[in-house]
């Protein structure tokens, strides 16, 4: 059976779709690995119009799920969504929705479980790696500093 490079192309993305939602850029990308090079934008069109591409509700569910209580930092969580494809600004507006101006009230859970309950008795080195473990999970200096009632460099901040 002789199918055309766009029948199989569909196909393939249909295949790639079952198995989890993507970006279009992401689908563009697996078209492309895939040697479908050719076909790939005429593909991430039809699956947009079908509407199993969509890039704005792609964003808000990995938002709500990279930003959900005890995981990431807002700034870690746009990262992420830009890395798949995602414009930043519509990254950003994804997050903030997702987080819901709590960043504060989440950031202090997951200091609170990394220290046991005992966020007030740690010295200042335990501190001072629990700040470091904040920022890299993504949030700012400044929601670091009101949570730990430390100082943080927030220079990267502004």
Same mark, same amino acid.
């Given at each position: ?7 199989? $192309? !569909?196909? @393939? /993305?249909?295949?790639?779709? *079952? ?10 990308? &697996? +078209? =492309? ?25 792609? $964003? !808000?569910? @990995? /938002?709500?799920?990279?930003? *959900? ?10 990262? &992420? +969504? =830009? ?76």
């Amino acid at each position: 059976m002789n199918e055309s490079p766009q029948s199989r $192309a !569909r196909a @393939r /993305a249909l295949r790639i779709l *079952a198995a989890r939602p993507r970006t279009e850029a992401q689908m563009r990308e &697996r +078209l =492309v690995r895939a040697g479908f090079a050719d076909e790939a934008d005429g593909v991430v069109a039809w699956l947009r119009e079908l509407r199993y591409l969509d890039d704005a509700a792609f $964003a !808000r569910d @990995r /938002a709500a799920s990279l930003t *959900a209580v005890g995981r990431l930092g807002p700034r870690l969580a746009e990262r &992420r +969504l =830009v890395a798949a494809g995602i414009a930043p600004e519509d990254a950003r507006r994804a997050v903030r929705e997702a987080i819901g101006g709590d960043e504060i009230a989440r950031c202090r859970t997951i200091a609170q479980r990394r220290a046991r309950g005992e966020l007030g008795k740690l010295d200042p080195r335990e501190m001072a790696r629990l700040s470091r473990f904040l920022l890299g999970r993504g949030f700012s200096g400044q929601t670091v500093s009101a949570v730990l009632r430390v100082y943080v460099d927030d220079a990267e901040d502004r």
